[in-house]
């Protein structure tokens, strides 16, 4: 089992690093989860004979890695919940897309719905049945043209947490992000398994549950798909 990095712990929340390829929570593939690893991390440090109380606030795709936050008790979950709906608590994404945007910066607006069945979503015309909005702000940092094709790096500020929001809305526009084996026609039809993909939970920013202190945590990602790029602090 993996070892878990934390950057913050406290009596109400934890936070840390999710490894790429981790599941945010158990799936149908029982492999080891972000809650079971905060649990273990939380019962081997205190020497607990109770299991802990884990919250997940937010979650992050599986081959999506980066800063998570969870809560340590019922009123922290709540809070961090009433936060992430009032738009209070900002989620910040380092990306890799293989294309070129129109704009160095703007905003993606469309409305997405979910199949359950296939565990996709696309974009489809307001009001259609089921559909929700989907917003987030980016900032093109650098497009670099490679033998492969051109590559663009990408700040990305999410405004709303829909399903597989980010790679929907990018593959959309032609701009898929890097490995991505479920969106990005690029990469669908490469036999490899791109556990890592060029998206990455960079910053997150929300008030402490207990406190109201604004928290500020952040993280460089690694590996394949951004080590196309020269990454820099943000």
Do not use: W
């Amino acid at each position: 089992m993996k070892k878990l990095d934390v950057l913050y712990e406290d009596e109400h929340i934890l936070v840390c690093i999710k490894p790429m390829g981790v599941p945010a929570q158990s799936d149908k593939t029982r492999d080891p989860d972000m809650i079971t690893l905060v649990k273990k991390y939380l019962f081997d440090k205190y020497h607990l004979e109770e299991e802990p109380y884990v919250g997940l606030v937010h979650r992050l795709d599986r081959p999506v890695g980066g800063v998570m936050v969870f809560a340590r008790n019922l009123e922290a979950a709540s809070d961090l919940s009433s936060q992430m709906l009032d738009g209070v608590f900002d989620k910040y994404y380092q990306a890799v897309l293989t294309g070129e945007l129109p704009d160095e910066e703007g905003d993606m607006v469309d409305y997405l719905l979910r199949d359950g069945k296939t565990n996709t979503s696309k974009v489809v015309k307001r009001g259609t049945k089921g559909a929700k909005k989907a917003e987030l702000e980016y900032e093109v940092l650098d497009v670099i043209e490679t033998d492969t094709g051109i590559y663009s790096y990408v700040l990305i500020h999410l405004l709303t947490g829909r399903h597989h929001q980010i790679r929907v809305q990018c593959a959309s526009r032609g701009v898929g992000i890097y490995g991505d084996t479920k969106y990005n026609p690029l990469f669908q039809k490469v036999k490899r398994i791109y556990k890592q993909i060029g998206l990455y939970s960079t910053r997150i920013e929300f008030e402490h549950p207990a406190t109201g202190e604004m928290m500020v945590f952040k993280a460089e990602p690694e590996g394949e798909a951004f080590d196309i790029l020269e990454v820099e602090d943000f």
